[in-house]
């Protein structure tokens, strides 16, 4: 199984950046998938994630309306579009997935791509 993450990159404030997550090696239409961050010298935590048998999503509180997750199951992929970007929210971006469930902080995910990069210069 492999989650490859990319489109992390250097933003100015107030930015949009998207990021792309493909998945190989399952049947992505039965996976659950999540993003999550790491901050510099902080842990780990939920960002949003979205169902595997439809449109439900989650977002963690300091995201909600600037963050939208997405799915297209026809190209083994999941997104997340990130508007109005903060300083805040600077971090290394993973995306995760697992079978049947919605990947949070509880429910630990059983797969992990590697991260990608996120900074916002104020």
């Known amino acids: 199984v492999q989650l490859q993450a990319f489109g992390g990159g250097l933003v100015q404030a107030g930015g949009s950046l998207r990021l792309s997550c493909v998945v190989s090696g399952v049947t992505f239409g039965n996976y659950g998938m999540g993003w999550f961050r790491q901050p510099p010298g902080k842990e780990r935590e939920f960002v949003a994630a979205i169902a595997w048998f439809g449109p439900n999503t989650y977002y963690a509180d300091s995201v909600k309306g600037r963050f939208t997750i997405a799915r297209d199951n026809a190209k083994n992929a999941a997104y997340l579009q990130m508007n109005s970007l903060e300083p805040e929210d600077t971090a290394v971006y993973y995306c995760?997935?697992?079978?049947?469930?919605?990947?949070?902080?509880?429910?630990?995910?059983?797969?992990w791509g590697q991260g990608t990069q996120v900074t916002v210069s104020s």
């Open positions: 995760a997935a697992s079978l049947r469930r919605v990947p949070t902080m509880t429910n630990t995910p059983q797969y």
